[in-house]
């Protein structure tokens, strides 16, 4: 396991690195084009939606996940069972950085007295206390690398699972951040047991998504 | 070095229906270097994929010094299968550099030798930055035959190591395997279409034929075992009576046939009003596998 997830460190790297650069060039532009004076441009759009734009990152990072490096570590000799548990560990990884960024982004309006900090509410509800970002970002990372997985498999399925799962993550994780921050600041009175049901199904998805993925890494050909 | 046996006992494999292993035996001595030819489709890199875990059997075992291959780490440290690189990976180009695969193999090589991965970086002109998709065909087996070497693994598989490689080259190529071959004896098991030119580097070859190994011996002993026989039709028939005749070639009276046998037969033959020549292993392959399709 430690020899794949050193295999896999060497591509995380690089991915971490462009959303650290992303997450920069994001603050640093609001900073320069008046944003926390209240100016509405592209950059307080990027800001206001950085926890969106981590989500969609990590999609793309955990599609090659599951295809182009499984079949270079098993050429080199891995073990399947050490990579799927090196494929957590990179997943974990990418959760911890995106949650931290996220939380960063999240504290500077506040930190820095800008002014209508309440214009960012999304960043706002995926500040660092809130447990359903991660939870998020776990699903996100199995919906990538099942899309990588069936988009090898069948081109037309692959392109169908990338859609519904492009659909879903983002309608999933809007109804489960506003669901579950309503729950939190009014009490379970406005959406009753549905960020419950949310947070299940989420969970349940990420089951199925684990046993799947074990079974494909399990069965992989090397080509 | 590590003095064990990379052995497989009744491999079969299938890919939906169709059956691609049947029933294999196969005991890989250390300290040799074997050859592994078969045509195309006969089911060589299926074969070496499941030797090294990287491809899945239906039944039968794989096992290095007694050992089971499939999941176990200590194993697959000692095996390097250094694989025809793609240029293409699933759904696009194979954009990974050949650092990115340098790097990978120093992770999983125990025996990975950074010196001698740089010397023969620079020896066959590659730039580490360059991707995989913009090699050309032989220098993405410069690449496989790079990292095969540098692994210093016990066990190494070269699978068509001197496919798009020009004649200098594959000499090259040859050289480097024997030179190190004499300064590690480690087990090389090479997989090529080019059977003439590698001959002379194999001390045993493995032929595979339509999913079945039909030789694995001494390159030497087996070559010995086959002569062509040539002259008049009946006097050829005369002489062959008795023999194994794998291929006839006929024009007009005159009749070439390859025949398998020794022995006091063959000295009979060489009585007898007919030609008797010596094949090469290229011939010898043809006569077992070709099954009619180059006549």
């Not at chain 1, 759009?45 to 599609?63: G, H, Q, R």
């Not at chain 2, 270097?33 to 090294?52: M, S």
Request: hydrophobic residues 45%; neutral net charge; aromatic residues 10%.
């Amino acid at each position: 396991m430690v020899k794949s997830f050193r295999f896999l460190l060497q591509f995380a790297w690089i991915n971490l690195g462009a959303l650290l650069i992303f997450a920069l060039i994001v603050t640093v532009g609001s900073l320069l084009t008046g944003v926390p004076g209240g100016a509405d441009n592209l950059f307080s759009t990027y800001f206001s939606v950085f926890p969106l734009m981590v989500l969609m990152i990590l999609y793309i990072y955990a599609f090659a996940l599951c295809t182009s490096n499984l079949n270079l570590a098993l050429s080199f000799g891995a073990t399947r069972r050490g990579f799927f548990w090196a494929v957590q560990g990179i997943c974990l990884l990418y959760i911890l950085v995106g949650w931290l960024l996220q939380g960063v982004l999240a504290a500077l309006p506040s930190l820095l007295n800008w002014d209508f900090p309440e214009r960012f509410p999304m960043l706002r509800m995926c500040g660092f206390t809130s447990w359903f970002f991660p939870l998020m970002s776990l699903v996100i990372l199995c919906l990538g690398c099942l899309a990588g997985i069936i988009f090898i498999k069948s081109k037309a399925a692959g392109i169908v699972v990338i859609t519904l799962s492009g659909v879903l993550g983002i309608v999933g994780m809007v109804a489960l951040f506003v669901t579950s921050s309503a729950v939190r600041d009014f009490g379970t009175q406005l959406f009753g047991s549905l960020p419950l049901w949310l947070t299940a199904g989420a969970v349940a998805l990420v089951g199925v998504s684990e046993v799947f993925l074990w079974h494909t890494i399990r069965k992989f050909t090397v080509k | 070095m590590s003095a064990e046996v990379l052995k497989t006992q009744g491999l079969c494999k299938s890919y939906g229906a169709n059956q691609v292993l049947f029933n294999l035996d196969l005991a890989i001595e250390p300290g040799k270097i074997y050859g592994l030819i078969g045509r195309n489709g006969a089911g060589k890199t299926t074969l070496l994929g499941i030797l090294t875990g990287q491809n899945t059997k239906n039944s039968g075992t794989v096992t290095y010094g007694d050992q089971p291959v499939w999941e176990n780490q200590a194993v697959l440290d000692q095996i390097c299968f250094s694989r025809e690189l793609q240029p293409t990976l699933f759904s696009g180009p194979n954009n990974l550099k050949i650092s990115h695969y340098l790097r990978s193999a120093a992770i999983y090589y125990p025996g990975w030798d950074k010196e001698y991965a740089q010397r023969l970086l620079e020896e066959f002109g590659l730039n580490p930055k360059k991707k995989i998709s913009q090699l050309s065909k032989g220098q993405m087996s410069m690449v496989t035959i790079l990292i095969a070497l540098a692994s210093c693994a016990p066990v190494t598989i070269l699978d068509e190591p001197a496919a798009g490689l020009d004649v200098v080259m594959r000499e090259r190529f040859y050289q480097l395997l024997l030179e190190d071959f004499a300064q590690t004896g480690r087990t090389f098991i090479v997989s090529t279409h080019i059977i003439e030119e590698a001959a002379s580097v194999f001390e045993n070859v493995i032929i595979l034929d339509q999913g079945r190994i039909i030789e694995n011996c001494h390159t030497e002993e087996l070559v010995d075992q086959f002569r062509y026989i040539s002259g008049r039709e009946d006097v050829v028939d005369q002489v062959c009576r008795g023999l194994e005749v794998l291929s006839t070639h006929q024009m007009g009276r005159h009749k070439t046939v390859a025949v398998r046998g020794g022995g006091v037969k063959l000295q009979n033959a060489l009585q007898s009003d007919v030609d008797v020549s010596p094949m090469n292993l290229q011939n010898v392959f043809v006569a077992l596998c070709g099954h009619g399709d180059g006549q």
